[in-house]
């Protein structure tokens, strides 16, 4: 009966912030790097991605976790547009293939970015340009 | 990262001929205080009262227990590093077990040092006890440092015991991770109390497990009777009777390769139960 009491009040349950301290602390036993290596880490991986698609800076998550008995490096990395003006991608432009590829990033930026206003309202240029390409492969679509 | 390398199996099978060796195994777990010499005495215990040879080794000089616990401590007589530095014989410094005829002990040094013991003195002399014994148990000191890496220098095996704590799940994580896989870990759950589990306030096996990810050997209950085991020097595992003794046969079996189900203390026994044990002296 106390017990219940207790339980109603909320004083149980110190077993699952155990288990969230002990996640937190094997994280950094298992991640022998330190912040600031994971940050210049980051910064190198996004680099090398913005040569391809233009990406939201301010939005990316990096994160680390436990998988089996090594460490997983989880990267969510909203696109923001596929970045033509690259020499990269220009390259197979002309041709009508590439289009729906485009016309999938556009759509796993607006997914991983839920509400598509609150970075844009800092870049309201970038906005702009992504319902273009979105229009662009919509049409490329239709036929 | 350091990984220790567990001594050449193939090497020392061709040294022995055809002889059968026998398995050593370190019990280590990082963390001190979580049960590695109980559980070192009652798995060896519970091995030679399934007929086989066994004999354990106290690895933790300066620290003396596990002759305590297995209830030897007027008969030793000569120790681990006597044996090292030749200034007595194996066959003088072996205690025999009190009730267990096919156990034997080789007590640690009490007034010694971990730094005295020379690692590949150590490592042969646990392959010349393989050679001779179905078991060896080694009971490994507290740490990371020398003590551990000489208690392991001749094992092949490794038993880990973890409390259900954040420190002692950090700490044998860590273990494993300086063991690696070669030493096959398995593991040891010691002391969960399943009513506190059962209220959230104790991780349970799933919680611990779901981190260390090991081949799980069994889970030992928090019993007073252990502490009334060790107070008297009787392992728990020559008593038929006791839950507790009952899981560390269960251990025992799996470790000898036996297809039984890895103990699990029960769930909060009720209220008639209790009763039951307080009236009848047995447990349902």
Known sequence: ?143 | MHVLIPHERDEAAAQAGAARLGRAIVVTSGKGGVGKTTTTANLGTALAQRGASVVLIDADVGLRNLDIVLGLESRVKHHLLDVLEGTATLDDALVPGKHSPTLRLLAAAQAREKEDVDTEKMRALVLALRERFDYVLIDSPAGIELGFKNAVAGADEAIVVCTPEVSAVRDVDRVVGLLGNAFKPQLVINRLRPHLVKKGKMLSVDDVNAILRLPLLGVIADEPEIIVATNRGEPLALRDDAPTGAAYRAIAARVAGEDVPAPMPAENRSFLERLGSIFGGKRA
């Open chain 1, 1 to 143: 009966m106390i017990d219940f009491l207790k339980r109603l009040f909320g004083q149980s349950g110190s077993s699952s912030t155990a288990k969230e301290r002990l996640r937190l602390v094997l994280m950094t036993d298992h991640l022998e790097l330190a912040p600031e290596m994971v940050d210049a880490m980051k910064r190198d991986l996004v680099d090398v991605i913005s040569r391809y698609v233009e990406v939201d800076r301010e939005r990316i998550d990096v994160t680390f976790e436990q998988q089996d008995r090594s460490l997983a490096m989880l990267a969510n990395i909203p696109i923001l547009s596929v970045n033509r003006t690259n020499g990269h991608a220009a390259a197979a432009e002309p041709a009508a293939a590439p289009e729906p590829a485009a016309a999938v990033a556009v759509a796993a930026t607006n997914g991983s970015t839920p509400p598509p206003d609150a970075p844009a309202a800092a870049a309201p240029k970038r906005k702009r340009r992504r319902r273009k390409k979105a229009k662009a492969a919509a049409v490329a679509a239709t036929p």
